[in-house]
T-cell receptor, first 115, second 115 residues
Framework: AQSVTQPDIHITVSEGASLELRCNYS??????LFWYVQSPGQGLQLLLK??????LVQGIKGFEAEFKRSQSSFNLRKPSVHWSDAAEYFC?????????????FGKGTKLTVNP | DTGVSQDPRHKITKRGQNVTFRCDPI?????LYWYRQTLGQGPEFLTY????????KSRLLSDRFSAERPKGSFSTLEIQRTEQGDSAMYLC?????????????FGPGTRLLVL
């Protein structure tokens, strides 16, 4: 069965510092990988996705992620964090099963940004 | 394009009551998904529709849950005889056709509290 692990439940960084959020997946075939962000009380917004091609993917709000097949990882990075980036971040794998294309999510990493 | 909308945004009910949530997908999106998110967890897949046909239901979707998508437009999710364990955020998402790696766009969610 497909699964996603986000090892860090909570991360705190200072504004302007760099950020890396970890994501490891388990999936038998070529994965489709996503990062979503959720602000308090809100739905999820897509930051970026990977399904083929260049393993370094650029997203919105200055985020990028790198797919590493050998490590089964899809870590999210940002060179300089802004206070508005404080939110919860979810990694997900697209799991085409019976045509559903349902997403399997990790448990999320909550990001706190200190001034 | 106004995005995916959900109504109500918040619902408080007493155990044993029935509740119904509505989701309006992005116009002309054929796929519609329901997910449930409990505190401290990522969203979990419940069910999905291709146009008006409900094609898959998760084991999480007990007999007390029913979802419909008449005419392939909006969808409703009904929970009968609510239990405290049903307290969660219910998220709706839509995608254009359901192709592999296709982006799912999420609504703001309906937060349910069962007392």
């Amino acid at each position: 069965a497909q699964s996603v692990t986000q090892p860090d439940i909570h991360i705190t960084v200072s504004e302007g510092a760099s950020l890396e959020l970890r994501c490891n997946y388990s999936y038998g075939a070529t994965p489709y990988l996503f990062w979503y962000v959720q602000s308090p009380g809100q739905g999820l917004q897509l930051l970026l996705k990977y399904f083929s091609g260049d393993t370094l993917v650029q997203g919105i709000k200055g985020f990028e992620a790198e797919f590493k097949r050998s490590q089964s990882s899809f870590n999210l990075r940002k060179p300089s964090v802004h206070w508005s980036d404080a939110a919860e971040y979810f990694c997900a794998v697209g799991a085409p099963q019976g045509g559903s294309e349902k997403l399997v999510f990790g448990k999320g990493t909550k990001l706190t940004v200190n001034p | 394009d106004t995005g995916v909308s959900q109504d109500p945004r918040h619902k408080i009910t007493k155990r044993g009551q029935n509740v119904t949530f509505r989701c309006d997908p992005i116009s002309e999106h054929n796929r519609l998904y329901w997910y449930r998110q409990t505190l401290g967890q990522g969203p979990e897949f419940l069910t999905y529709f291709q146009n008006e046909a409900q094609l898959e239901k998760s084991r999480l979707l007990s007999d007390r849950f029913s979802a419909e998508r008449p005419k392939g437009s909006f969808s409703t999710l009904e929970i009968q005889r609510t239990e405290q364990g049903d307290s969660a955020m219910y998220l709706c998402a839509s995608s254009e056709r359901g192709g592999r790696g296709e982006t799912q766009y999420f609504g703001p969610g309906t937060r349910l509290l069962v007392l």
